[in-house]
């Protein structure tokens, strides 16, 4: 009788370890074999690595509809942004120039922004409107979405990875200070680039003393994938246009270092500006800070 | 006695009740994941672009070096579980070839001839 009156919180109690048990074996002893993950799950270095290769295809395809799908399998929230970024770090890594220069490349196509692009089912032959697809909607059964990029065949979209501006770099040339005295640009023979614009720009809102690089073509067009070598007493240091897509196709800049003496050329061959160093503004309150050189290089 | 059986019962089925929950309902999602655990058409299309890139470069051991994401598979047969994809799928015939090229020119591939890097 005594038994009884404890009444059935024995079960609720077995209940309990059951659960718990069943919760350490699926999570922790045997957990869900993990196959079958996504491109966005992928560790950053995989990532990194992933998205490498889909700009060296597009630099080998020059497809760029094709090179957006692959990108949105990474579910980067700026794509432009992160290939820039990881151009910049290739880059200052030394590792691989010609991964930087195709990471920078797509940085610059993804930029200008995607052409609509026909896709063709291989299956059906009846072509099809491209629709992007969300990063999200990859969640889904195997091989029902996203289509592999692969299995579409698209059509080339030359305007999509012409240099064409469409954005301009607005954070340069917002104000226009006195040019401290230097050297006159030594003009070399043959030089496809000659400077066509030097200024000192006092401008507070520019981080650092920077040295600002603008590329262009005879008709103004801005240039991307240029690179630019600066030099030093005991260093230097190269950089390429177009990896800051939101400034500019044809911009890139580089940070000086106060009481450093720079000099600057373009790496296809161009008039080289020697003597270039941070300088100080000062606002009208009084208060200083860093100016930045502007250089406006051009193919005569 | 009965209340042994009884409790027996209610402890399986709380272990039912976890497993459903631990792989079903909430499994342990994983991040930071490797290549090799990608998706089959995701594997495949990596290995696509390696081949658009070697169509273009002609570099074997850059192809291998860059198939060496997947882990410790060969890459002749990382490359040939793509193509049994690539058919099945199937992919473009162009991107087929892709694929067929580079399993091809893997089949004269020797690992020790590869220059090391510096």
């Known amino acids: ?300 | 006695m009965k209340r042994w059986i009884w409790f027996l019962i209610v402890v399986l089925l709380g272990v039912a009740l976890g497993l459903l929950y631990g792989w079903v309902i909430n499994p342990v999602k994983y991040v930071e994941t490797t290549p090799a655990t990608l998706r089959i058409d995701y594997q495949t299309d990596y290995v696509l672009m390696v081949a658009e890139a070697f169509q273009a470069d002609s570099d074997l051991n850059l192809a291998a070096r860059r198939l060496a994401i997947f882990g410790d598979t060969p890459p002749t047969e990382i490359v040939r579980q793509a193509m049994i994809f690539a058919a099945q799928y199937p992919y473009a015939e162009s991107d087929q070839e892709l694929l067929s090229r580079l399993a091809s020119a893997l089949q004269t591939w020797n690992p020790s001839l590869e220059t090391p890097l510096p």
């Open chain 1, 1 to 300: 009788m005594r038994r009884d009156e404890r009444g059935p919180w024995y079960l609720l109690t077995g209940l309990i370890i059951g659960l718990i048990l069943g919760l350490v074996y699926a999570w922790l002893i045997s957990p869900r074999e993990y196959r079958d993950t996504y491109p966005a799950d992928l560790r950053a270095s995989f990532k990194d690595q992933f998205r490498a290769m889909i700009a060296v295809a597009y630099t080998a395809n020059g497809n760029l509809p094709r090179a957006l799908d692959r990108l949105e399998y990474l579910g980067d929230e700026n794509i432009a942004r992160s290939l820039a970024e990881q151009a910049q770090r290739t880059l200052a890594e030394g590792n691989s120039p010609p991964e930087a220069q195709a990471l920078g490349l797509l940085a610059v196509a993804v930029g200008q922004g995607a052409t609509p692009a026909t896709l063709i089912s291989t299956k059906s032959s009846t072509p099809l409107t491209a629709i992007p697809t969300s990063p999200g909607s990859i969640q889904t059964t195997p091989f029902e979405s996203p289509v592999p990029a692969s299995i579409l065949t698209t059509e080339p979209s030359p305007s999509a990875v012409s240099t064409s501006p469409t954005e301009s770099a607005t954070r340069i040339a917002l104000a226009t200070g006195t040019p401290l005295p230097t050297r006159t640009p030594t003009p070399t023979l043959g030089a496809p680039f000659v400077i066509k614009e030097k200024n000192f720009i006092c401008d507070q809102k520019l981080v650092g003393p920077l040295l600002q690089v603008l590329v262009e073509d005879q008709s103004g067009a801005p240039l991307s994938s240029v690179e630019a070598i600066v030099t030093w007493d005991g260093g230097e240091d190269h950089f390429f246009t177009g990896l800051k897509p939101e400034l500019g196709n044809g911009y890139s800049d580089f940070v000086m270092t106060p009481g450093v003496v720079y000099t600057i050329r373009l790496a296809e061959g161009s008039e080289i500006v020697l003597d270039l160093t941070p300088s100080e503004c000062e606002t009208p309150s009084g208060s200083r800070y860093w100016g930045s050189w502007l250089l406006r290089f051009a193919r005569p």
